[in-house]
Nanobody, 115 residues
Framework: QVQLVESGGTLVQPGGSLRLSCAASGSIFSSYIMGWYRQAPGKQRDLVAIITPGTSTNYADSVRGRFTISRDNAKNTVYLQMNSLKPEDTAVYYC?????????WGQGTQVTVSS
């Protein structure tokens, strides 16, 4: 069993920056594909970014060049650095960890981009 706990969501002005963190329990964090997803009101949950155990990354087109996903296996933590934030980035951001048939979600953290 893996537990994921997100933090860092808050209200930020357009053009601002924010870093989300996701702390994972368990000793095999380094073997998980970790990802960030987001869900805006009335919309489906969409992939934002993923990072593999080998630290390869992939991003949604809407965030590429503005967001950066990274991981610190020593701290069992994955990060999402978000720059040049836009109002359309407003959503609940969820951390995801998956390996083989295992798939875990955090509880989500709210990011609101507004002036």
């Amino acid at each position: 069993q893996v537990q994921l706990v997100e933090s860092g969501g808050t209200l930020v002005q357009p053009g601002g920056s924010l870093r989300l963190s996701c702390a994972a329990s368990g000793s095999i964090f380094s073997s998980y594909i970790m990802g960030w997803y987001r869900q805006a009101p009335g919309k489906q949950r969409d992939l934002v970014a993923i990072i593999t155990p080998g630290t390869s990354t992939n991003y949604a087109d809407s965030v590429r060049g503005r967001f950066t996903i990274s991981r610190d296996n020593a701290k069992n933590t994955v990060y999402l650095q978000m720059n040049s934030l836009k109002p359309e980035d407003t959503a609940v951001y969820y951390c995801n960890g998956r390996r083989l048939s295992y798939n875990y979600w955090g509880q989500g953290t709210q990011v609101t981009v507004s002036s």
